[in-house]
């Protein structure tokens, strides 16, 4: 072979082999970036589960909270009838006492 050919060959063959190295790297690369999307994916998965757990438990938080400001209505209607009636029965349990007393006499 002359000198000039195998120049060429060693050229090409370093060449190639230098090709073949950044082709590897190229495919680590790529799978690397695959492995990051996927965790990606995972990530946002993971949040919409969490904006979805959170929109339920907002949902709950409001029920539990009309349904204590029912009660709590209901409760004070209550308490409003009871001290008239221990308003009336109060009254009325004096006025006994007195027209037993002025009874008796």
């Known amino acids: 072979m002359k ?6 060959v ?3 063959l370093i060449t190639g082999d230098d090709a073949k190295g950044e082709l590897a790297l ?6 690397l970036l695959e492995k990051k999307v996927i965790l990606k994916d995972s990530i946002i998965f ?4 969490q904006i979805i ?5 907002i949902g ?5 909270l ?3 400001q029912e009660l709590s209505k209901k ?3 209550d308490l409003k009838k009871q001290k008239l009636k221990t308003k009336l029965m109060g009254g009325a349990g004096i006025v006994a006492v007195v027209g037993v007393v002025l009874l008796l006499k």
């Open 46 to 49: 993971n949040l919409n589960d």
């Open 75 to 77: 409760l004070q209607a």
């Open 10 to 12: 060693i050229k090409d």
């Open 53 to 57: 757990n959170f929109n339920s438990i």
């Open 60 to 64: 709950t938080k409001e029920n539990q």
């Open 26 to 31: 190229s495919i680590k690369k790529f799978q």
């Open 3 to 8: 000198k000039p050919v195998v120049k060429l």
């Open 66 to 68: 009309s349904l204590s």
